[in-house]
Antibody, heavy 119, light 112 residues
Framework: EVLLVDSGGGLVQPGGSLRLSCAAS????????MTWVRQAPGKGLEWVAK????????NYVDSVKGRFTTSRDNAENLLYLQMNGLKADDTAVYYC????????????WGQGTLVTVSS | DIQMTQSPSSLSASVGDRVTISCQSS??????LNWYQQKLGKAPKLLIH???ILQTGIPSTFSGGGSGTHFTLTINSLQPDDVASYYC??????????????FGRGTKVEIK
């Protein structure tokens, strides 16, 4: 089965760190760019980051630049989002997603993992 | 940064109605525009990419169009299963430099 499974969310204090993981299965993970999208409670979708197939090119939304880092392990079919300096505004469900080649569209999504930043 | 403006923010229509959602980008994005459906508590689902290409498995009652800065998503013959929020997204692949993947604020579709 073609699947993405998000994990690693939880409650963290402001200024803290968290690492999210996304496990891919059922497809050749190393052939695809991957993205992270988040959704604050009751709000819309926000594109967060993208990493290319090889892990050599990364892009971030301005609000997380310098705090978040995405990486991948193609041998283990894993995608990561390291989040440092977390703020209350980072509270959201975080989704990993697979990108359709050359379109920027995400055709496969994880179930999401909730990150809550609160003291 | 590219801003995506969606309208309306919500709509209510009857079963069988034709519904159109608009999306405008702050700069020319060629046809690099995607549409998603998100039902309550679920991950988004890709409906259309590159402005008008229907994703595999999506019914032909959904259609997309437009290029440049103005785009539309049309649902022909609205059904109860179409109740959801709909988001446009610029795909970032319209210039030599990747331009992010910003989303519109969404349109909530309900049945009257």
């Amino acid at each position: 089965e073609v699947l993405l499974v998000d994990s690693g969310g939880g409650l963290v204090q402001p200024g803290g760190s968290l690492r999210l993981s996304c496990a891919a299965s059922g497809f050749n993970f190393g052939d695809y760019c991957m993205t992270w999208v988040r959704q604050a409670p009751g709000k819309g979708l926000e594109w967060v980051a993208k990493i290319n197939e090889y892990g050599t090119e990364k892009n971030y939304v301005d609000s997380v630049k310098g705090r978040f880092t995405t990486s991948r392990d193609n041998a283990e079919n894993l995608l990561y989002l390291q989040m440092n300096g977390l703020k209350a505004d980072d509270t959201a469900v975080y989704y990993c997603a697979r990108e359709v080649a050359a379109s920027g569209a995400s055709d496969l999504w994880g179930q999401g993992t909730l990150v809550t930043v609160s003291s | 940064d590219i801003q995506m403006t969606q309208s309306p923010s919500s709509l209510s229509a009857s079963v069988g109605d034709r519904v159109t959602i608009s999306c405008q980008s702050s700069q020319d994005i060629n046809n690099s525009l995607n549409w998603y459906q998100q039902k309550l508590g679920k991950a988004p689902k890709l409906l259309i990419h590159n402005s008008s290409i229907l994703q595999t498995g999506i019914p032909s009652t959904f259609s997309g169009g437009g290029s440049g800065t103005h785009f539309t998503l049309t649902i022909n013959s609205l059904q109860p299963d179409d109740v959801a929020s709909y988001y446009c997204q610029q795909g970032g692949h319209f210039s030599l430099t990747f331009a992010g993947g910003s989303f519109g604020r969404g349109t909530k579709v309900e049945i009257k």
